[in-house]
């Protein structure tokens, strides 16, 4: 399963604003986002105009499909090497 959630850090735990479907003592991987302190030309964020190109791609479920067949292990590792290599 994969939910993103809002929390808030309060006593050194980060405390969801919502409720979770997850065991007690569930082992789960937190990705954490600080969205206001990212700068808008952080190399991992797609600008505006790539944006606007891939928003004019005409491309079908079966291509996406195959491209992401293609990918070994963690999809977003793929991502942020294809990004620093920019």
Known sequence: MEKTVQAVYE????????????????????????????PGDHPLL???????AAASDEITLDEVRRALSTIRGS?????VDERRDR
């Open 11 to 38: 006593g050194g735990v980060l405390r969801p604003l919502e409720p979770i479907p997850l065991k007690e003592r569930q082992e789960v991987t937190v990705t954490i986002s600080d969205e206001g302190n990212i």
């Open 46 to 52: 797609a600008s505006p105009d790539e944006w606007a």
């Open 75 to 79: 999809l977003s590792e793929t991502i």
